[in-house]
């Protein structure tokens, strides 16, 4: 029970940065490795037609969160997209124990998951601000790395999410704090740095 709820939460968390990466991960790990194994439905994730319309999402949600502004826009359309998103990954997850009732991995995957997502959503624009939407790339990219190191610790080795998710949660808010702070510079590119 323990494992699958730290799993869960592992891959749960990163959902509110990106909505298809972790499913896409989940249903590689479920399609082509014998460490995950989804149950009935939510072994559709990882059908043929599953992993096809996520590898046709992807793009779509990886790009538009490196665009000023665009990526704005985007979160705001996440905002109905990334909670659900998060309560499916928690209850797909946990569906691999019979000791953890949908309904419990429905809520926490909907809190944790939705929590994450606020918390983007509300920070990201002060990120545009100080740095010129020149950062958001640059935080887009380290939202991607913290998406990837999480989902794939939290399914492979669940213990690992009690360190990983913590280490990635610090390293996109660091991200956030360096480049709305003004203490990185890009090469001139950002407005004027802010003084005391």
Same mark, same amino acid.
């Given at each position: 029970?323990?494992?699958?709820?730290?799993?869960?939460?592992?891959?749960?968390?990163?959902?509110?940065?990106n909505s298809t990466?972790?499913?896409?991960?989940?249903?590689?790990?479920d399609r082509f490795?014998?460490?995950?194994?989804?149950?009935?439905?939510?072994?559709?994730?990882?059908? !043929?037609?599953? $992993?096809?319309?996520?590898?046709?999402?992807? %793009? @779509?949600?990886?790009? =538009?969160?490196?665009? *000023?502004?665009?990526?704005?826009?985007?979160?705001?359309?996440?905002?109905?997209?990334?909670?659900?998103?998060?309560?499916?990954?928690?209850?797909?997850?946990?569906?691999?124990?019979?000791?953890?009732?949908?309904?419990?991995?429905?809520?926490?995957?909907?809190?944790?998951?939705?929590?994450?997502?606020?918390?983007?959503?509300?920070?990201?624009? !002060?990120?545009? $601000?100080?740095?010129?939407?020149?950062?958001? %790339? @640059?935080?887009?990219? =380290?939202?991607?790395? *913290?998406?990837?190191?999480?989902?794939?610790?939290?399914?492979?080795?669940?213990?690992?999410?009690?360190?990983?998710?913590?280490?990635?949660?610090?390293?996109v808010y660091w991200?956030?704090?360096?480049?709305?702070?003004?203490?990185?510079?890009?090469?001139?590119?950002?407005?004027?740095?802010?003084?005391?």
């Open positions: 029970m323990i494992t699958s709820l730290l799993s869960g939460l592992g891959a749960t968390a990163p959902v509110g940065l990466l972790p499913l896409l991960i989940l249903a590689l790990a490795t014998g460490l995950v194994t989804l149950d009935q439905p939510y072994n559709l994730i990882s059908s !043929a037609w599953g $992993i096809i319309i996520l590898l046709l999402i992807l %793009p @779509i949600e990886l790009i =538009a969160d490196k665009i *000023a502004r665009v990526d704005h826009a985007n979160d705001l359309l996440h905002t109905i997209i990334r909670p659900p998103a998060g309560a499916l990954m928690m209850m797909a997850v946990t569906s691999q124990d019979d000791h953890i009732s949908p309904v419990i991995g429905l809520i926490l995957g909907l809190l944790v998951g939705g929590t994450v997502h606020w918390l983007k959503t509300t920070n990201r624009p !002060a990120v545009t $601000i100080a740095t010129n939407g020149v950062g958001n %790339p @640059i935080v887009s990219m =380290a939202e991607d790395v *913290a998406v990837i190191g999480c989902t794939v610790v939290a399914l492979l080795f669940p213990y690992g999410a009690i360190v990983m998710l913590p280490l990635c949660g610090w390293f991200t956030y704090m360096k480049l709305r702070s003004g203490q990185v510079r890009l090469g001139g590119l950002m407005g004027p740095s802010k003084t005391a």
